[in-house]
């Protein structure tokens, strides 16, 4: 029988809220981030091959196309694991903006490993295919579920949450690439200005726009804005133009706004074309 091929969207997330505890001894960073998936998405399609080896393609963006490649190193994680003799072909069709604080890299990673549970099958459980993610990186576990959650730990422990109340969301991003773990070594501990992580649970449990908008808070957002001030500018223009609620997602550098009302995203998003040459209006994923 012929083996079929398997495509999978790959959603990219924003961070509603992101804070950072604490410095662990292993080096990483203990975090608390409320994530959601917007509409946004990678496409990974996986080809059966019969050789025993792992290719990666990738068509509008530039990503590392061997090791490097967090989707390369999810298909090895299960090969090695589970002893799989034939090899894949994955093409990635690229769309979200790489190194943007989007968690694209992450997503093609679960995507990859949905795929391949699937291709393999290896009939893997969602949370048994999140615990292969967290291997590969720290989003890689948000990113197989998808959704709305509150990711703790380094990011890997997730609680799934409610979707936020609907809105529409503008995503604009500077053609800068920023780097997590820069952003992480310029950031001090003491003396953060921690956003009210379980306010935001609240608010999205309870499905209060105007709440979850004041709410929004990233600890990393006021080390990015101070190491690229065109990401600071990006954030003024949005907030001056009227975005509902304004936040840096992830590390940065891309910035998003939330809206209520469909018109004046419009009306923001042509006030940024001018500005910002990567802006996208999305919808949450799963509402
Ligand atoms: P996060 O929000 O999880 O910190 P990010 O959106 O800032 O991630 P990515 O787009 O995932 O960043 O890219 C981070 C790095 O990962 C880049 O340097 C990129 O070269 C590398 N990378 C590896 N595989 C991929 C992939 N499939 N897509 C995008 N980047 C990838």
Known sequence: MEKRKVSVKAPAK??????????????????????????????????????????????????????????????????????????????????????????????????????????WELHLSLDELAERGAKIGSDVSFCVYGGTALATGRGEHIRLLNPPPPCWVLLAKPPIGVSTAEVYRNLKLD???????????????????????ARLGNVLESVTLDLYPEVRQIKEQMVRLGADG??????????????????RLHRVYNGLRGFCNEVYAVRILGE
């Open 14 to 119: 924003i961070n509603l809220s992101l804070d950072v505890l604490s410095k662990r001894a292993d080096g990483y960073h203990e975090v608390e981030m409320v994530m959601t998936t917007v509409d946004l998405a990678d496409r990974i399609e996986l080809t059966p091959l019969d050789e025993d080896k792992i290719t990666i393609e990738s068509s509008g963006g530039f990503v590392p196309l061997d090791g490097r490649n967090l989707a390369y190193q999810a298909a090895l994680l299960l090969k090695e694991e589970f002893h799989i003799t034939e090899g894949v072909h994955i093409h990635i069709s690229k769309h979200i903006p790489v190194a943007a604080g989007l968690a694209g890299g992450s997503s093609d990673a679960a995507a990859a490993l949905k795929g391949l549970n699937e291709m």
């Open 246 to 263: 304004v936040l840096m997602s992830g590390s940065g550098p891309t910035v998003f706004g939330l809206f209520q009302h469909e018109s």
């Open 191 to 213: 003396n953060l200005q921690h956003p009210d992580t379980s306010g935001m649970m609240e608010a999205i449990q309870e499905k209060d726009f105007s709440k979850v908008c």
